[in-house]
């Protein structure tokens, strides 16, 4: 009976593999007690199987370490080819799919005068305008040089000379609330940056808002919902025009329509610089005369655009130097019948070297 126990365990253990330790051998021959017998085989058999388990879980965690360290390896060497080469690609973001970006389409639609009001709130604890930042917004491709002053009653109080890029905006200053109700003027003197024959060499425009007005324009503005509104000073800087001497009657004695004038002059200026160095460039080598005589020409010139633009006023800038070129635009206007009086006396810009000619109509 002993043997062909120990041999039925023994086949048994023959069929996993495994032979028992000398110990359970000697515990199944002496004592033959089955249950602590099969006790021990389990134990035995149960370590081995953890030992192989944790020899398989070590494989492959190995494996794995392996294989994350490859792909390190990899990455960090074509980061390392891509920073030789002066280009840097993030392999994994390279397979990402890329945001589609839309560019937003810029639209000329000309210069614009921009207010932007500042809300506070009153004892009532209601929205009302403290004050008011003014822009100049350039919605157009060209770069344009601008002089800028606002007048309240006749007077400047502030004046500017600066630059404005394409499609970008310029702070000018801040107005309270209660200085618009005096109705500024708001006149600018436009250039382009880089000149054009074909486009003129300035263009004066000016702005004029009254008090029912700029409610009007607070309360669109509330009801769009946006944060500012404008006006447009103009559409398209303007073409050279060709040089025309106005002629109010024609050849049979008839009054041309002034409107029809209007349109084929050039824009008239309420500033005219006459120094020789802002007329024309190559002006080295002239003559005293020649200079004079130019000066004249230009004088003659916007003093008749404005004129035919019914400007009210016109300031011609002469220097104060000898004073001839003052005598002579003075002797000139003695004999203009459009003027009701001119006066040559201290200008906060200019001096005394400019000439205020005022008209009439």
């Not at 085989?41 to 081995?48: G, Q, T």
């Not at 392996?66 to 390392?80: E, I, P, R, Y």
């Not at 009657?249 to 002034?258: H, R």
Request: aromatic content about 14%; proline content about 4%; cysteine-free.
């Amino acid at each position: 009976m002993e043997k062909d126990f120990l041999n039925r365990y023994k086949n048994k253990f023959d069929h996993l593999n495994s032979a028992p330790p000398n110990d359970a051998w000697e515990n199944i021959s002496n004592e033959l007690d089955l249950d602590e017998v099969w006790q021990e085989i389990n134990f035995e058999l149960n370590k081995k199987d953890k030992r192989k388990t944790i020899a398989k879980t070590a494989l492959a965690l190995a494996l794995l370490i392996s294989l994350v360290s490859g792909l390190l390896f990899l990455n960090d060497k074509q980061v390392a080819d891509n920073k030789t080469k002066g280009v840097y690609k993030n392999p994994i973001a390279s397979n990402l799919k890329k945001e589609k970006v839309i560019e937003k389409k810029q639209v000329h639609s000309g210069m614009w005068l921009s207010f932007l009001p500042v809300f506070n709130k009153d004892i009532f604890d209601d929205d009302i305008v403290e004050k008011f930042k003014i822009y100049l917004l350039n919605e157009s491709n060209e770069v344009m040089n601008f002089n800028y002053q606002i007048k309240f009653k006749g007077l400047q109080e502030f004046h500017l000379n600066n630059t404005v890029l394409p499609f970008s905006n310029f702070y000018l200053h801040d107005i309270p609330f209660e200085e618009m109700n005096d109705a500024p003027k708001f006149e600018f003197d436009f250039s382009l940056f880089y000149p054009n024959k074909r486009k003129a060499v300035h263009f004066e425009t000016s702005f004029k808002i009254k008090a029912k007005q700029l409610f009007q324009k607070i309360e669109e503005m509330k009801l769009k919902n946006e944060p500012k509104f404008s006006f447009l000073l103009f559409e398209n800087y303007p073409d050279k025009q060709e040089e025309v001497i106005p002629d109010y009657q024609n050849t049979f004695g008839q009054l041309y329509d002034l409107s029809m004038i209007k349109q084929k002059l050039e824009p008239a200026r309420s500033v005219v610089d006459l120094h020789i160095e802002k007329l024309m460039d190559n002006w080295k080598g002239l003559s005293n005369f020649d200079i004079l005589t130019i000066q004249l020409k230009n004088f003659e010139k916007y003093y008749d655009l404005a004129v035919a633009h019914r400007q009210p006023n016109l300031i011609i800038i002469h220097g104060v130097g000898t004073g001839k070129l003052r005598n002579e635009i003075h002797e000139i206007l003695k004999t203009k019948k459009e003027v009701r009086t001119f006066a040559n006396q201290y200008h906060h810009d200019f001096g005394f070297g400019a000439t205020e000619i005022f008209f009439q109509y």
